[in-house]
């Protein structure tokens, strides 16, 4: 099972989207540049919503078939380890084996000893094509490397043959995500990573480092842009690398699980793939819940009701929200309007403070990195939700597609 060269995270909360995420993809493809959709859904999601991995199925193949999608698609059991993975079984033909919890646990010294024996070729100073100077490698880096992430990667290993005896040979794809740890991988210690994935065996097509910079959810990229497009462009030279020299699949790309709307990283990201060649995954699957926060607050009425009532909601159970997120946002609370005020807003003022146009003086990410977290509260309001969902669904739709396609899909592959 290939993934296509350039694919996209897709996916929302609540399973009403899909068309109008698909009219986005349809209209790249139509001016020239095919992105597969994955419809990805995390554990920790499905927790908070109450859905099955078998809701993403069908929302899914509902999607592709309601919009005539002749390409392929998949579903993406996402971040998923051994102790939860036997739920998405079924569902899902797309796999992210997280082990970011494991990197920094040592393997047994007697295995690392075994990894360097078997791995010597490593040693020593590398011509990497991309990279201007060479990578060097002397043993007590390989060791040291070795220790922090040879447990990780046999654990994903663990999780990639689990899999596979449950689901069969060649019937997904694999994904290996890091991203969730606390510093990010060097290029040399991703060629080490590459290394031994090649050597568990685990057939991935692509891998999600942790890239440096803060990627909090629903909000721009913060760090140093130059030195982010460095690091990734090197991160493409070493995979292009790998895949030659230890026989890792030739789609092998980078997996950028982006917390969605890193805008100011775009231009770095769609020049990099553009120079390389390369593949691209993007997960962005969290910035359409706030797109239909907006087309609520724009549809007046009840549906501007629910968006006011999900910002008060939110703002009080702050805490609770925040806990399970509290790695990927930064909320100034100081910062956050009160609902009192947000309560006399009109919907385009509500929209204009939610909508991520950094141009616009309204917008504050506050507000937005709050709302990104308050999905809980929808989902509390359950088929009152839901049936506003339906109703106000063309303006909704509107956003959605707009979005994806005007803000993400553009900036990257469609540059003048
Ligand atoms: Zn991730």
């Not at 993934?3 to 995270?9: I, N, P, Q, T, V």
């Not at 999607?63 to 998405?88: E, S, T």
């Not at 593949?279 to 006011?308: D, F, M, P, R, V």
Request: aromatic share 10%.
């Amino acid at each position: 099972m290939r993934l296509g060269k350039y694919s996209f995270g897709i996916g929302d909360r609540f399973g009403h989207q899909g068309r109008a995420q698909l009219a986005a993809l349809i209209e790249a493809n139509r001016r020239g540049v095919e992105i597969t959709p994955v419809w990805n859904k995390s554990n920790r999601e499905h927790g908070i919503i109450g859905t099955k991995p078998g809701d993403v199925r069908k929302e899914a193949d509902a999607a592709v078939k309601a919009c005539g999608w002749k390409g392929p698609y998949f579903v993406d059991a996402d971040h998923i380890g051994l102790a939860n993975v036997d739920g998405f079984i079924e569902a899902c033909d797309f796999f992210t084996l997280d082990v970011a919890d494991f990197t920094g646990k040592a393997a047994r010294p007697a295995e690392i000893d075994s990894f360097i024996a078997d791995h010597r070729a490593l040693l020593g100073s590398h011509r990497i094509d991309g990279i201007a100077e060479p990578v060097e490698l002397d043993e007590p880096r390989l060791r040291a490397i070795a220790a922090k992430y040879l447990f990780a990667v046999r654990q994903a290993g663990e999780i990639y043959r689990h899999s596979e005896s449950r689901k069969g040979v060649g019937r997904f794809v694999t994904e290996v995500s890091m991203d969730e740890t606390d510093a990010p991988q060097t290029p040399v210690e991703l060629l080490v990573i590459l290394a031994a994935m090649a050597e568990e065996g685990i057939p991935a097509q692509t891998i999600a480092p942790k890239f440096s910079g803060r990627f909090n959810k629903g909000v721009d990229y913060v760090g140093d842009v130059t030195r982010f497009a460095v690091e990734f462009e090197q991160d493409l030279a070493v995979i292009r690398f790998a895949v030659e020299r230890f026989r890792l699949p030739q789609t092998l790309k980078l997996s950028v699980h982006s917390g969605s709307d890193k805008f100011s990283i775009y231009g770095a990201i769609g020049a990099a793939i553009r120079k390389f060649d390369a593949g691209l995954h993007l997960k962005t699957a969290g910035t359409t819940w706030l797109e239909e926060l907006i087309g609520l607050a724009l549809a007046g009425g009840e549906g501007l009701a629910i968006a006011k009532e999900v910002y008060t909601k939110s703002f009080i159970r702050i805490d609770d929200l925040c806990g399970p997120y509290a790695t990927v946002i930064d909320i100034d609370r100081t910062k956050l309007p009160d609902p009192e005020e947000v309560c006399k807003w009109d919907g385009r003022r509500f929209a204009g403070a939610l909508r991520h146009d950094p141009t616009c003086p309204q917008y504050n990410l506050n507000l937005r990195q709050l709302l990104h977290v308050g999905y809980k509260v929808a989902a509390e309001m359950g088929p009152r939700f839901l049936t506003a969902l339906q109703q106000y669904k063309p303006i909704i739709a509107e956003n959605v597609t707009a979005n994806l396609y005007e803000r993400h899909i553009c900036p990257l592959f469609f540059v003048s």
